[in-house]
Nanobody
Framework: QVQLVESGGGSVQAGGSLRLSCAASGRTFRRYTMGWFRQASGKEREFVAAITWTGGSTYYADSVKGRFTISRDNAKNTVYLQMDSLKPEDTAVYYC???????????????WGQGTQVTVSS
């Protein structure tokens, strides 16, 4: 069992920045791939970014590439999502996920956090 807790969400103006954090506890000795997903009101959950256990490989959705950066600190069992140049269309609940997905951009992760709200106004 793994527990994931997101933090760092909030409300910002377009063009602003936020940094989300996801702290993991439980069976953290497993070398999970970590991902960030988001779900806007009334929409399906979509992939945002992912990072492998070593941090050697990162993956981004085209919609956030160049604006968002994913990173992790395994000593702290924490993954981060730095979000810059935020746009109103980035407004959503952001979820942290952990697992061993065959394809990182799918919803094939074993564990999920409760989510944190990000709101971007114009």
């Amino acid at each position: 069992q793994v527990q994931l807790v997101e933090s760092g969400g909030g409300s910002v103006q377009a063009g602003g920045s936020l940094r989300l954090s996801c702290a993991a506890s439980g069976r953290t000795f497993r070398r999970y791939t970590m991902g960030w997903f988001r779900q806007a009101s009334g929409k399906e959950r979509e992939f945002v970014a992912a990072i492998t256990w070593t941090g050697g490989s990162t993956y981004y959705a085209d919609s956030v590439k160049g604006r968002f950066t994913i990173s992790r600190d395994n000593a702290k069992n924490t993954v981060y999502l730095q979000m810059d140049s935020l746009k109103p269309e980035d407004t959503a609940v952001y979820y942290c996920a952990a697992g061993a997905p065959v394809v990182v951009a799918t919803l094939d992760y074993a564990y999920w956090g409760q989510g944190t709200q990000v709101t971007v106004s114009s």
